[in-house]
């Protein structure tokens, strides 16, 4: 879902009645396409924040505050200098363009009053964060677009800004409803309704043309050459509508949730086009429905760019380990006829009399197996009968030792392999910046990243989550291997309760029982947690077993995290993140 000019209409007046006159506090760079302006005003503290992710661009006021790197990249530095303690003056839209124009009144080295501007270019990937001076020169960009990358429009310091080449399309805040139905009647063959709109109209998404098609053909599909002339009556009546909308700025914050509750769509119209396959929400705000809409993307987003080298690390030794096993399992096939050799020495050993140096096979009788009398080998005619039966032993011993070890190899193998999974899945479930680095921990420990030097300052180590049980009772989740195995093996007491999904990567789930009888609704949303924080959260049942913590042990050498257990019982839970977040202990 692209975020549209009409929509961009409505969220420039949204920002502009609640922080025209506010100052610039601080400023943030989250990410490589984010800028957070922390903007401080008589009303209130708020944070904008302007995105140039190519499937999530966009701008508007969020209430979630993205964790923020060490050290801030050089536009973040570059902004910083520039627009401290500016005030935004105002925010300018060209027409129903995917482009916003924020006004700052800031104060240059010389205590000069000047006007710099933010332009945020809500483009898809061609979007872009760029400032600009007041003689409208390009002061920097988040994404600087040289001659190389195009024949085209320059984005680079020092140059003239200009702004985007103009689509031919008519805008519905300039051009009439005839106008609109003239264009659409000219294109030619007989295209869908939808796309038709699509291609004419300047500053509206596919979500906007869908519904106006739907309108129009209460629900049926219409293409151009189809409709009658009351669906022309009906689609001037909703696109004249729609452009009162756009022009007074009077539409509302919709947004559309598919059945499992992942949102789906979002406009500044009433979503109609959907049915009942879709629960259609109002939010508050224009910047409200985004946070909803694109916040749990942001999030993963961000921490799949900043564990590249951890994704990169596992993934590696997991393709190596998978190559070694299966190298190993194919010399470990080869030894499966050392029984086949011991009985060559053996029958070699029986017949020394019969045989003699020279010979390159002997058919000898087989007394190990009547169901086939004889058997032919092989001999090496520069060795005596004697030598060659000593051959074939050697061989054998070779592979029943080759055997015995390969087979230890490959369950460490198989073991670690387990163990990677289990990070792969830490890494899937990680949050923020804390916990990669209690992975990055982890992994230089266990030898698979370089031991970095270790800062004077010690970074703060989180503990496990905490959550309450309705009943009262404490259960705590591992973030981590290393905290799975803290949690289990020391703070744990042996009449706790234990749980782990069955044959599942997943956290360790402590139910404290605190000298209480442990009752049924604990176990049940322990069982939800264990679910929810595993690989199985997606799945609708998981199977989780669980049993007290005496019965819980760690083997010898074994990896962070891993344990065995027994006595254990199964119960069957479906994740639920949202049950997950209200049991949390704040």
Known sequence: MALDGAFLRHLKREIEETATGARVDRIYQPSRDEILFLLRSRAGVFR???????????????????????????????????????RLAGIRQPELERLLFLDFDAVNELGDQVRLTVAVEVMGRYSNIILIDGDGNIVDALKRVDAGMTSGRLVLPGLKYRLPPPQEKLCLLSSGREEILERLRAIPGDKALPKSLLSTLQGVSPVVCRELAFLTGRGRELTLRGMEQEQWDRLSFFLGQTADTVRDVSGS?????????????FSFLRIGQYGSAAIVKQEESFSALLDDFYEERDRIARMRARSQDLLRVLTNASDRLSRKINAQRAELAQC??????????????ANLYRLERGQTCAVLENFYEPEQPTVSIALDPTLSPAQNAQKY??????????????????????????????????????VNEKDLNEIREELSQEGYLRVQRKSKRRAAVQGPMQFESSDGFLILVGRNNCQNDLLTLHHAGKNDVWFHTKNIPGSHVVLFAQGREVTQTAIAEAALLAASYSRGRDSSNVAVDYTLVR??????????GMVIYVKNKTVYAEP?????????VK
């Open 576 to 584: 639920d993140r949202e049950t997950a977040e209200k049991m949390k």
């Open 551 to 560: 019965h819980v042990s760690k083997p010898q050498g074994a990896k962070p």
């Open 393 to 430: 032993y050697k061989e054998y011993r070779k592979q029943r030792t080759a055997e015995e070890i390969l087979s230890v190899q490959i369950q460490r193998a198989e073991q670690e392999l387990l163990y990677l999974d289990t990070v792969f899945e830490e890494l899937s479930r990680a």
């Open 253 to 265: 914050a919709w947004i559309a949730y598919a059945a499992d509750g992942k949102p789906i769509d």
């Open 48 to 86: 904008l924040l302007l995105s140039a992710r190519a499937n999530s661009a966009r701008i508007h006021f969020t209430r979630y505050a993205p964790e923020n790197p060490k050290e801030p990249p050089m536009l973040c530095m570059l902004l910083r200098k520039k627009l401290s303690g500016a």
């Open 336 to 349: 499966s006829k050392r029984d086949f050799l011991r009985m060559c020495g053996d029958l070699i050993n």
